[in-house]
């Protein structure tokens, strides 16, 4: 499948400040795309994900936002606490046909208190 | 909350030998896929399943590599003929519809590989 590029590979904030990864991607007849958080040790889990027929998506302290014109979609978290240190991947849905989930690379968020 | 589950949570091998990884995906999901992650890199695709037959596979899924769903709860993953390479986290996932619905993953077998 086409590469989900994801940047920043490592991520570092102070306690209550906004953690922003941003990931872009080439095929444009993607239409789903999930962030996961994995912690050390564990399987990814599904935080948030947005579909092509929105531009924002948001629960409670995590958000989504997708730009499809120029194929780039963000994970907005606010107000970061320790626990939300781990690993976060995005990954892109397949488009009019497939199943795969193709993944970013993650970037690893380190929240400081 | 439902959630898919796999046995054993470590497996370690000697190369050339035969390994079965297991999964019990959501009850009432129909789709089911096998995933893996080399130590420090991304989750990779390696094949999905629906109606008892393979719906899509990566390069990954060469032929030592096969899927079966031998009764209506389990879900394995066999791999014949183990190399060094192979050496990874295998996640098993499940959706309850197909193409663009959520993928829910268990928490993963680190295959070692010696």
């Known amino acids: 499948g086409e590469n989900v590029e994801q940047h920043p590979s490592t991520l570092s904030v102070q306690e209550g400040d906004s953690a922003v990864i941003k990931c872009t991607y080439s095929?444009?007849?993607?239409?789903?795309f999930p962030w996961y958080k994995q912690e050390l040790g564990k399987g990814p889990q599904l935080i948030i994900d947005?579909?092509?027929?929105?531009g924002e998506k948001k629960d409670q302290r995590i958000a989504v936002t997708l730009n499809k014109t120029a194929k780039h979609f963000s994970l907005h978290i606010t107000e970061t606490q320790p626990e939300d240190s781990a690993v976060y991947f995005c990954a892109r849905g397949p488009g009019h046909s497939g199943y795969a989930l193709n993944f970013g690379k993650g970037t690893s968020l380190l929240v400081t208190p | 909350e439902p959630e898919v589950t796999q046995t054993p949570s470590h497996q370690v091998t000697q190369m050339g030998q035969e390994v079965i990884l297991r999964c019990v995906p959501i009850?009432?999901?129909?789709?089911f896929y096998w995933y893996r992650q080399i130590l420090g890199q991304k989750v990779e695709f390696l094949v999905s399943?629906?109606?008892?037959?393979?719906?899509?596979k990566s390069e990954i899924f060469d032929d030592q590599f096969s899927v079966e769903r031998p009764d209506g709860s389990n879900f394995t993953l066999k791999i014949r003929s183990t190399k060094l390479e192979d050496s990874a986290m295998y996640f098993c996932?499940?959706?309850?519809?197909?193409?663009?619905?959520?993928?829910?993953f268990g928490p993963g077998t680190r295959l070692t590989v010696l």
């Open positions: 996932a499940s959706s309850a519809q197909g193409a663009g619905d959520t993928q829910y």
């Open positions: 095929d444009s007849a993607s239409n789903y």
């Open positions: 399943f629906y109606n008892n037959e393979i719906s899509e």
């Open positions: 009850s009432n999901h129909l789709y």
């Open positions: 947005i579909r092509s027929n929105v």
